[in-house]
């Protein structure tokens, strides 16, 4: 059987409306120690304060094939609306301003 939309995704058993967001960051030059410690730290935070927000996974990547990613983490949020509106969510927001200059990120989501 060939799985080419979400909708077959029922069909081997997956929770089509439950999505995964995952991501990797590289750090940029001259990131302390201590500004990674706080993205762990506001990450893991962000559970209990983003509705639809079901569980969260963060940390130092251990893989030898991280291609320079030091940081990893996914996010189980109970529908495609739910990652939505994380996205513009103040504390993600928050979050993202002192963040993003510190990082190359790359994310990935998908139903399951």
Not at 11 to 25: I, P, S, W
Not at 61 to 69: A, F, I
Not at 87 to 97: D, E, I, N, R, W
């Amino acid at each position: 059987m060939q799985i080419k939309l979400s909708s077959d995704l029922a069909l081997v058993g997956y929770n089509a409306g439950m999505v995964v967001h995952t991501f990797a960051f590289r750090w940029k030059a001259g990131v302390s120690e201590d500004q990674k410690l706080r993205a762990l730290a506001e990450i893991r935070g962000l559970q209990g304060q983003i509705p639809g927000l079901l569980e969260t996974w963060v940390g130092v990547n251990v893989s030898p094939r991280s291609l320079g990613y030091e940081l990893g983490g996914a996010m189980k949020f109970t529908n495609r609306s739910a990652l939505d509106a994380y996205g513009a969510h103040p504390v993600h927001q928050k979050l993202l301003q002192w963040l993003m200059p510190l990082i190359d990120p790359i994310e990935v989501d998908f139903e399951a």
